[in-house]
């Protein structure tokens, strides 16, 4: 009985390896979650970044907060040219998902902010996370940790170093 239940458990955690390896999206409602993705961090790093595309099928909704055990808290940012000047800003109101639009998360534009990070993302590792959307709900996602950002990736998050 004991046995038969593990070898289920396994055939599961493969089954679910192999889908999040491949087609790697969540679902609320009428609410797509394509790809979340995050960057390995260097050993004395505290920030990670967050992103991910948002199909909203539905009427408009917004993403309102973001929680994760990995992190002390999880806020969402803006990315913005002010002039020459790359600035950063967190969102209050959170990230608007107007009604049968896509909305996408990445590198110099929306992303989340994984703070104050106790064990920093390591390449290959899934970091999960809670969506929380004002009126679809919660949501929970696996963010695929790729590698450490490369000069066009740092330079999105300059700022965030500390
Ligand atoms: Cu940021």
Same mark, same amino acid.
């Given at each position: !009985? ?5 070898? $289920? ?5 493969? !089954? ?10 969540? &679902? ?11 960057? $390995?961090?260097?050993?004395?790093? &505290?920030?990670?970044? @967050?992103?991910?595309?948002?199909? #909203? #099928? @539905?009427? $408009? ?20 040219? #002010? ?10 109101? @959170?990230? /608007?998902?107007? /009604? ?12 989340? !902010?994984? !703070? #104050?990070?106790?064990?920093?993302? &390591?390449?290959?590792?899934?970091? &999960? ?26 330079? $999105? ?6």
């Amino acid at each position: !009985m004991f046995a038969k239940k593990i070898a $289920a458990y396994a055939i599961l955690g493969s !089954m679910l390896a192999f889908g999040s390896a491949q087609a790697h999206e969540f &679902k609320l409602g009428q609410i797509e979650i394509g790809h979340p993705y995050s960057r $390995a961090m260097l050993p004395m790093a &505290k920030v990670g970044g @967050g992103y991910f595309k948002i199909t #909203n #099928n @539905g009427p $408009a909704d917004r993403l309102v907060s973001v929680k994760s055990e990995r992190a002390e808290s999880v806020e969402l940012h803006e990315m913005k040219m #002010n002039g020459a000047v790359m600035e950063m800003r967190e969102l209050d109101g @959170g990230i /608007a998902i107007p /009604a049968k639009t896509t909305v996408e998360l990445k590198p110099g534009s929306y992303h989340l !902010m994984f !703070m #104050n990070v106790q064990q920093p993302f &390591k390449e290959g590792e899934m970091v &999960k996370a809670t969506l929380v959307f004002e009126k679809a709900g919660s949501v929970d996602v696996e963010f695929a940790v790729g590698p450490v950002a490369g000069d066009k990736g740092s330079e $999105a998050h300059a700022g965030h170093g500390r």
